[in-house]
């Protein structure tokens, strides 16, 4: 079974809709993350997360929120989608007790279309 | 601009080639280099890291780090149909929360 898991694998919706992504890991690592990856721009970060207790901005969280539920999930919402929210989305864990660089294992992925 | 730069290519090259990758990048705190591959549909995943300036070997692999110019390189020789993929650098500060990554660069090799 894959480390990390990721539900839906695609989605299609309109705008205006309530969508929630879910992530869910079991690589017990504490770190999680949540990206969006469009053509031409790469992996940005949404939102993070060091510990259930512990939720973070990252450079692109407008328009989305998050819930750490438990050390395993992380859930991404899009509380109103719009088009411009058309993109692929990544889960993605980390372990700070398993090396400086902070090496990602990513989830594999989910296709988000808004129509 | 950018705190890190890579060119998206596409970038196609015959069975055999010899493939260069680059990224630049703006912030001289980096300390950490990676480079990611990623299959279509799939998540990336971690090739090579590198500590601070220098160059690391690993198979056909090898990356380098220039701090001074501020670019690394990723090189991978004989190249293989199996290599094509999006190769994503990605970098980090000392006792840095996040990675920044590159755009990504797309890569085919044709047999």
């Known amino acids: 079974d894959a480390d990390v898991t990721q539900t839906p694998r695609n989605r299609i919706t309109k705008t205006g809709k309530r969508i929630m992504l879910e992530c869910s890991q079991t690589?017990?690592?504490?770190?999680m993350y949540w990206y969006r990856q469009d053509p031409g721009l790469g992996l940005r970060l949404i939102y993070y997360?060091?510990?259930?207790?512990?939720?973070n901005k990252g450079e692109i969280s407008d328009g989305y929120s998050v819930s750490r539920q438990a050390q395993a999930k992380f859930s991404l919402s899009l509380e109103s989608a719009i088009p411009n929210q058309t993109a692929l989305y990544f889960c993605?864990?980390?372990?700070?007790?398993?090396?400086?660089?902070?090496?990602?294992?990513f989830g594999p992925g989910t296709r988000l279309t808004v129509l | 601009q950018k705190e890190v730069e890579q060119d998206p290519g596409p970038l196609s090259v015959p069975e055999g080639a010899i493939v260069s990758l680059n990224c630049t990048y703006s912030?001289?705190?980096?300390?950490?280099f990676m480079w990611y591959r990623q299959y279509s549909r799939k998540g990336p995943e971690l090739l090579m890291y590198?500590?601070?300036?220098g160059n690391k070997e690993d198979g056909r692999f090898t990356a380098q780090v220039d701090k001074s110019s501020k670019y690394i390189s990723l090189f991978i020789r004989d190249s293989q149909p199996s290599d094509s993929a999006t190769y994503l650098c990605?970098?980090?500060?000392?006792?840095?929360?996040?990675?920044?990554f590159g755009q990504g660069t797309r890569l085919t090799i044709n047999p």
């Open positions: 590198t500590y601070s300036s």
């Open positions: 997360s060091f510990d259930v207790k512990d939720i």
């Open positions: 912030n001289s705190a980096f300390q950490y």
């Open positions: 993605a864990t980390s372990d700070p007790t398993g090396g400086a660089y902070n090496e990602q294992f």
């Open positions: 990605a970098m980090s500060a000392q006792g840095a929360q996040k990675l920044v």
């Open positions: 690589k017990g690592h504490d770190r």
